[in-house]
């Protein structure tokens, strides 16, 4: 796709509404035979007619110069890079096999020697990443700020070449003030990871971000749930930046537009292994965004690798729990919830 074509697919994609943009940017009818839903291309490799003479230079779908090898780039993933560029208004989109890939591409940004100021809480897999690989790899030094904090200031991020952000994060729900923190080293390369936002609700790049980062999407009856589990003797506190109670919830409001995600954080009162093993409609799995609802431990599953007294510093303690809010009957899941918070409490610890 030339400048001008990526500039004019950009403009369009801008004049849209989120929902008609996510159905018609990437999913434009088939240049070749007017197919309405775009062909899925199980080609590893391209012919070229010539030596760097590649096939889909003109391809609305594609990005470059054109197909040589599937590694790079193919019709089908160039329709879906378009439609996540979209959704975020962005000028181009890359798509990978899974949101760690895609994490670790953004780490090629840099060079050894190089300092990356990361909010202090970060998805288990991204802190793995960074202490096992980015560090002692590629010799980039990673420091760790609560950017939540009113006390930041430009000094704690003027070295940085790159600033990591999550809002909110994983799996505390922290809000930062992206606009405020991009604006404090506007040389280094700000990355948002919108995972739990989604681009429904936030959209990083309108706030001074460089890139943003996502893995999953989801719609779902959050804030009845959150609302529902403030008031019940089974759990000690929620987290949810639909509620007033959040301790960032005016900022949410602000920086997010018209909802608040899918996951809820819970810290349970009673016995947090029978409440994990007395659900029935949310299962026990890693992920989230999904229609199915989903439950995770992090102390033992997504933030299992990170050290115990760091685990303990941000407040991921072992009564924790996250909710991935499906698309279920509301009535079920309250139902489920209720059942499995009573059977808590009346279980002994363990």
């Given at each position: 796709m030339s400048s001008s074509d990526a500039a004019a697919a950009l403009s369009m994609a801008r004049s849209l509404r989120l929902g008609t943009s996510l159905i018609h940017v990437g999913s434009e009818p088939d240049p070749h035979t007017g197919a309405v839903v775009p062909p899925i291309s199980l080609s590893t490799t391209f012919a070229?007619?010539?030596?760097?003479?590649?096939?889909?230079?003109?391809?609305?779908?594609?990005?470059?110069?054109?197909?040589?090898?599937?590694?790079?780039?193919?019709?089908?993933?160039?329709?879906?890079?378009?439609?996540?560029?979209?959704?975020?208004?962005?000028?181009?989109?890359?798509?990978?096999?899974?949101?760690?890939?895609?994490?670790?591409?953004?780490?090629?940004?840099?060079?050894?020697?190089?300092?990356?100021?990361?909010?202090?809480?970060?998805?288990?897999?991204?802190?793995?990443?960074?202490?096992?690989?980015v560090t002692p790899l590629n010799g980039i030094e990673v420091t760790y700020v609560d950017f939540t904090a009113a006390s930041v200031s430009a000094s704690d991020v003027a070295d940085a070449a790159m600033i990591w952000l999550e809002s909110p994060t994983n799996p505390c729900l922290k809000i930062t003030d992206i606009a405020r923190i991009a604006s404090l080293n506007p040389n280094a390369i700000t990355v948002v990871d919108n995972t739990f936002s989604t681009p429904y609700f936030q959209n990083p790049l309108e706030l001074g971000a460089t890139v943003v980062v996502h893995s999953n999407y989801g719609a779902a009856n959050a804030m009845s749930v959150a609302s529902f589990l403030e008031s019940h003797a089974g759990?000690?506190?929620?987290?949810?930046?639909?509620?007033?109670?959040?301790?960032?919830?005016?900022?949410?409001?602000?920086?997010?537009?018209?909802?608040?995600?899918?996951?809820?954080?819970?810290?349970?009162?009673?016995?947090?292994?029978?409440?994990?093993?007395?659900?029935?409609?949310?299962?026990?799995?890693?992920?989230?965004?999904?229609?199915?609802?989903?439950?995770?431990?992090?102390?033992g599953m997504s933030h299992h690798g990170v050290p115990p007294e760091t685990r303990k510093e941000l407040g991921i303690d072992d009564n924790l729990v996250r909710l991935s809010v499906g698309l279920e009957s509301i009535d079920d899941l309250l139902q489920d919830l209720d059942s499995a918070l009573n059977a808590s409490l009346a279980a002994p610890k363990s």
């Open positions: 070229q007619p010539s030596v760097g003479d590649l096939p889909g230079k003109s391809d609305p779908s594609s990005y470059g110069a054109g197909y040589d090898y599937s590694r790079s780039t193919n019709p089908t993933r160039g329709s879906l890079e378009r439609c996540l560029a979209a959704s975020e208004g962005a000028a181009h989109g890359v798509g990978f096999s899974s949101g760690v890939a895609a994490i670790s591409a953004c780490m090629g940004l840099l060079s050894p020697g190089d300092k990356i100021v990361a909010m202090d809480e970060v998805y288990g897999g991204t802190q793995r990443l960074l202490s096992k690989v759990v000690s506190s929620v987290l949810y930046p639909g509620l007033s109670s959040h301790p960032q919830h005016a900022l949410a409001k602000a920086q997010m537009k018209g909802g608040f995600g899918t996951v809820v954080t819970v810290y349970v009162a009673g016995d947090t292994r029978t409440f994990l093993s007395s659900l029935k409609v949310f299962v026990i799995a890693e992920g989230l965004g999904a229609v199915e609802s989903l439950v995770g431990w992090p102390a």
